[in-house]
């Protein structure tokens, strides 16, 4: 079988142009010459007995793509460390994934400042530094590749990848991502039309499994070009496309509404891009995308770990997931009982009237998972008498497509970034006056979730000093702030004396309770008014979600 190692080795001696970042090229021999040395590097910092673990907290920056190549070629595995988690949730995640050699910058490093890392002294590289540079320049190009050629080769079920996500508990979750699995995956690129002189637009960031595997995986496979923006931007989305010539990019959740909420030019079509992949987008982006911009959108459902994937194909109603990919076995169960979930039923006007029994959990009864680094009871959750549950809801129609029903109420999905509510619930049972507080998803009118938060307090709510508050949290990560707050005298329980969150997400912020909320992106809390429910309702229908309102 393949590695992915492999796959790069193949690209060694190629000068063909695979990456182009800002005003910078780089051909693909000096892609591979680049992560020899980091790849030495590497393994002068193993331990005998300890994890071969390498951290990485960077922008999409060459640096981070060499270092994912020389985690293949030295056989390390290589932490993508998410930049939006702060203080003692980024200090957990880099000890509970074992890193022995973390690799940043001066910006980003002061997201370290104070933490207990559990990394040896001097492990902490800072790649825009003249010692950083020192250090990759003791060996030439010939010893580094010697250094490798002295090493046994990784094998295809060894870990390459540990990517971040976040389970119910709010415990992190690091899914195994290792070299056979990535390098079938790079297999895959002439599925999304690219091949040799392709150019793919890699926005998307590096620590997430969409960038990787959609786009840089693939186009390694075929020795593509790949052009790479430090981070997403949304107006210069059409002008990086013209300037580097891009034929295709990925993209997740809310990327497609940030571009098409940039003022429309006649010109917009006028442009080299042929399709781009992705998920979350709503039925309404996906057309208006493809109109705008005359690109072929291929949406479809999946997630780093790899067990399910759902896509659309021809004939797949406009709000549906799809179907899964041939000779995957999956289903819809209820989860208190195991059982399959009847089919939906519909109104003459498309309304789901049987969600009560519909509604269930996306399962893959043939499971093949890799599961989590070091975390038994993650595993547990994920495969159950064989069958793998995602923990995303969803129903299906007659014809057997899926529908997308949102995910269970401990985790959220917001602008694309997976965390759980256990973090958030955290810092907010800090604020003064908080009795009891629950945070769970609900849903945003066009993709992914928002964040709710349920609070009992004993004194009266101060919308500019729970702002000021939130503001002033270090360990708050950049989603989780809450998009509605509902104010309630007494937080509804379960029989065990557990937060009924079932009974908190049905309602929404359509309740008795007031409720206040942030309209746009700063920390600015008003009122929720009827009006204003009126108006999100209206956007749900415009953009194809009303079916997840009550």
Not at 204 to 232: C, D, I, Q, S, W
Not at 468 to 490: H, M, S
Not at 527 to 542: G, I, M, N, S
């Amino acid at each position: 079988m393949v590695t992915f190692a492999d796959l790069i080795r193949a690209r060694a001696g190629d000068e063909h142009p695979g990456l182009r970042f800002e005003d910078e090229s780089y051909s693909w021999a000096r892609i591979v010459h680049e992560a020899e040395l980091r790849a030495a590097l590497a393994l002068d910092t193993r331990e005998p007995g300890r994890p071969f673990h390498l951290g990485v907290l960077l922008e999409n920056v060459p640096e981070y793509v060499f270092w994912i190549f020389a985690a293949a070629l030295s056989g390390a595995t290589l932490v993508g460390i998410n930049p939006t988690r702060r203080g003692a949730e980024l200090a957990a995640d880099i000890r509970h994934t074992d890193c022995r050699l973390v690799v940043t910058d001066t910006p980003r490093s002061a997201l370290l400042d104070g933490l207990d890392l559990g990394l040896p002294p001097g492990r902490v590289l800072l790649a825009d530094t003249d010692g950083y540079h020192a250090l990759l320049a003791r060996r030439t190009g010939t010893e580094a590749r010697a250094a490798l050629d002295a090493e046994k080769p990784p094998r295809p079920e060894e870990a390459l990848l540990l990517l971040f996500t976040s389970g119910s508990t709010g415990s992190p979750k690091a899914v195994i991502c290792g070299q056979g699995r990535l390098a079938a995956i790079a297999g895959r690129g002439g599925q999304f039309g690219i091949d040799r002189e392709s150019v793919t637009y890699l926005a998307m960031p590096l620590f997430h499994g969409n960038a990787v595997m959609a786009n840089l995986a693939m186009a390694t496979g075929v020795g593509a070009t790949v052009a790479m923006r430090r981070r997403f931007s949304a107006s210069e989305f059409l002008t990086d496309i013209r300037r580097y010539g891009v034929t295709y990019f990925n993209y997740v959740g809310r990327a497609l509404a940030y571009i098409l909420a940039t003022p429309e030019r006649d010109d917009d079509s006028r442009n080299p891009l042929r399709a781009a992949f992705g998920t979350e987008a709503s039925s309404r982006d996906l057309t208006e995308f493809a109109r705008r911009f005359g690109a072929r959108i291929i949406e479809g459902y999946g997630s780093s770990e790899g067990a399910i994937a759902i896509s659309k194909v021809p004939g797949t109603p406009a709000d549906a997931l799809g179907l899964p990919q041939r000779g995957m076995d999956v289903a819809v169960h209820d989860p208190a009982t195991g059982r399959e979930c009847p089919r939906a039923r519909f109104d003459d006007s498309g309304g789901l009237v049987n969600g009560h029994e519909a509604i269930g959990e996306i399962v893959r009864r043939d499971a093949s998972f890799e599961g989590y680094y070091n975390n038994a009871e993650a595993d547990a959750q994920r495969l159950r008498d064989g069958w793998y549950w995602s923990g995303d809801l969803a129903y299906r129609d007659s014809a057997g497509y899926f529908y997308f029903a949102g995910r269970d109420a401990d985790r959220l999905r917001v602008d694309s970034e997976n965390f759980a509510a256990a973090p958030v619930e955290r810092i907010l049972a800090r604020y003064p006056g908080t009795v009891m507080c629950a945070v769970y998803a609900v849903p945003d009118p066009r993709t992914g979730d928002q964040v709710m938060a349920a609070l009992e307090l004993d004194d009266d709510f101060e919308p500019a000093g729970f702002a000021a508050f939130l503001n002033a949290q270090p360990d708050l990560g950049t989603k989780w702030a809450p998009r509605f707050v509902r104010l309630t005298p007494e937080m509804p329980l379960t029989a065990t004396n557990k937060v009924d969150k079932s009974a908190l997400r049905r309602q929404l912020w359509e309740c008795a309770d007031p409720v206040w909320w942030r309209p746009g992106r700063d920390l600015a809390y008003v009122p929720l008014t009827e009006e204003a429910c009126w108006a999100l309702r209206a956007r749900f229908v415009d953009f194809g979600r009303a079916r997840l309102l009550p």
